[in-house]
Every structure is written in structure tokens, then in C-alpha cells.
């Protein structure tokens, strides 16, 4: 089996982390200079592995190796949530990355090839994964044209000619190039810390519907505009969000979990009524059912609110991505692989969080490993897991690789 060098994996992760370092973790946002920074450091560090890297037009950093074995795709993202974490997704590139190292270092795997992605804004600040979404072929150049930063309002073109990736094309999946694609990451959830076990092995991640909500009032003065005759675009959106938890409460199944992530009130001044305000608003589920059921409720709700007034409500989607089951031949060679190292210490486990794994899971057979996260934190800078933790998921990620590629090369 390939043996991975836990110091060097260490190593690198610890220096990705001053890309954008903030307290104990990283504020990286998609195409900022720290991360188109980490971006170039990553294409450095693939060609000193042996990949031949280079940055694409959706700014996907993508390492192909040259061996002409059989071939698995392993990757996760760079870019973080606003001060988060410092493994959420740069943990599952950097062990791509080592992987990758650790076959070419081996006598037995050199001729098993590894390719390594860190696919672009997979933390939505722009779009929903566009990175994997583009390498698969289902982003649209009409999409990229539509998209702004949900925070700033930039257009997703105008920061793609900043990052310099404007005019570059966008790498696109090979057909048969690979027999799977294996990505790695933090639980982000308690499930393992609270266990004692030490490795996940992913059985399905969840769907995610996103939307942003606008609410058109009148603004006016907060002193002499009589509370009968108001207009606020505010309270119209808090009066919704409130009917929507209330809702959603009745519908919703053991795994539903909803979100109000950010709501803005223009002008946003105390002794101004707003005339306009704006709702980020997320749910989630592992069954498309009660993805469904949710859906139609929520868009009731919003449709009532519009009838109702004296605000007119308007809806924009964010987000749709829908929940896939990881590839059961792929989660046997990870338990395998958990097993060996960890005998007893591994568990199978659903994503409550999106993942780029979902989106290959459209293309390709995607399994996934998580190893834990301390106290389950997450899109937090106070994110964390133990060395131990993170080296045994590298290794047995290695070991899986190992064991999916010889299987298919012995049965040629």
C-alpha cells in the first residue's frame, strides 16, 4: 500500500492556512487575492508532485498525473466561508495532493495514476459549485452572465477579469478517463467527536434549495409616517420568516433542517422606514420527497405574503442542488481501508453538508470519507481536528485508492 508522509501533509495544510489567515482559521472568499493566491501555490505544489497543473477559466485548479494506469479523480475546494476554518475543503485538496505524492513514491502504485481537483466557489459565494459543475459540463455560459456575490453584488464576470481567468477556457470531465471520484473532508458535524469514532464513511449527501427574497415597500420617515399607513419592508419579511418556521415545523422530516443565513434592511438607518429588505434563506434534506413537500409549502407561504401585502414579495433561486447517494462499490473500499487502520473505529454516516461529491455523483461513482470535526465546529474560524484525526483519513484514503484502482487493473 502507499505510505503518505504525515509531516508533509501537515505541512502543506498549515501553510495553505496562512493564505487568508485569520485568528485560528481563514478568511479565503472565492476569487479574492488570497485565495487566487493559494490557487497558484496549490499549481506550484502539484508540479513539484509530478501533475501537470494549471488554473482554468472558472478558476479550478486541476493536476493531471502522467501515468497512463488506471485513473481515480480526488479533490474538494479552496475558498472558505467569511472567517471560517481552516480544513473545510482545503483538508480534502491537500489530501488529493498527498495521495497523489504517495503513489508516485511508491514501487508498487506508480503505475496507478491520480488526478487532483480543487474546484472553484464549491461555498457558493457566487454560484452554487461552480467549479465541479462546470468541469461536469452542466454550468451554463448564460449562468455565469446572471451570477453576482450574494454579499457584494460584484458579477461573477467582473471577478473572474480581476482574478485574471477571463478568456481561459473551462476544463471539462474526459469521458472514461476515470473509474471514480473520491473527495475527503471535515464532518462539520458532531456525530464522530461525540462517538468516539474516528472515520466516516459518506452514504448520501443532502439536497439543497436556496433563495433570496425581496421585499419592495415604501420608505418614508420613521417619525411621522403613521404605523396604519406604513409600507415596511422589513416586518413584511420578518412576519414571513416567522410564518415559514411556524410551516416548516408541520411539514418537515427528522433530517429537514432550514436557515434564515442574512437579512438586510435598506436603507438600514434607525429613524428611516425600510422600503426594501432582503432574506437569504436555505433548507435542506437527504429525500427528494421532502425536498418537494418543502418546496410547495415555502412557495405558498411566499405567494400568501405577496397576495397579502402591503408589500410586494419577489423570489429569486440560489441554489438547487439535489441529494445523491455515494456509490456503494466506492463506500466498501473505504470501510475496507477504515477497517485496516481503524478496526472498529468507523461508522456510515449522511452529509448534512453539500459537497462537490454530489455534483460527480451526476457523472461518475463518488464516494466520500469524513474524519471528525472537535466539538463539531464548522464555518467558524474555532474549526478544528486532532493531527492523529487527519492523518489516518489521508492514509486510509490512500489505501482505498490503492484498492479501487487494483481491482479494476486485475480485472482487465
Known sequence: MPNIDPARLLGDLRRLADFGRYKTGVHRPTYSTEDMAARQWLVDRMGEAGLAAT????????????????????????????????????????????????????????????????????????????????FCGVLPEQEIDQLSNKMTGKTLRDALAEAGLAGRKREVLP???????????????????????????????????????????????????????????????????????????????????????????????????????ELLFQFRDIARERLAIMDKALLELVAAADARGPCRIETEVTARTEPRAMDPALQQALERAAEARAPGLHTKLQSGAGHDAQIFAQRLPAGMLFVPSIAGISHHYAEDTKEDDIVLGCQVLADAAASILRGRAGSA
Open 55 to 134: 488554473i482554468d477559466g472558472i478558476g479550478t485548479v486541476i493536476g493531471r498525473s502522467a501515468s497512463a494506469g488506471p485513473r481515480l479523480l480526488i479533490g474538494s475546494h479552496l475558498e472558505t466561508q467569511p472567517y471560517a476554518g481552516w480544513l473545510d475543503g482545503a483538508m480534502g485538496v491537500i489530501y488529493g495532493l498527498e495521495v497523489a505524492r504517495a503513489f508516485r513514491d511508491s514501487q508498487d502504485c506508480r503505475n496507478l495514476a491520480i488526478d487532483v481537483g480543487a474546484w472553484a466557489d464549491e461555498e457558493g459565494h457566487y454560484g452554487s459549485m461552480l467549479g465541479s459543475r462546470s
Open 175 to 277: 469521458d472514461g478517463r476515470y473509474l471514480g471520484y473520491l473527495e475527503a473532508h471535515v464532518e462539520q458535524g458532531a456525530t464522530l467527536d461525540t462517538s468516539g469514532q474516528r472515520l466516516g464513511i459518506v452514504t448520501g449527501i443532502v439536497g439543497i434549495y436556496g433563495y433570496r427574497f425581496t421585499a419592495i415597500g415604501q420608505q418614508n420617515h420613521a417619525g411621522t409616517t403613521r404605523m396604519a399607513a406604513r409600507k415596511d419592508a422589513g416586518v413584511a419579511l420578518m412576519r414571513l420568516w416567522h410564518d415559514i418556521d411556524q410551516r416548516f415545523a408541520e411539514v418537515t422530516g427528522p433530517h429537514s433542517v432550514w436557515t434564515a443565513g442574512r437579512m438586510v434592511l435598506d436603507p438600514g438607518a434607525p429613524s428611516v422606514i425600510p422600503g426594501k429588505a
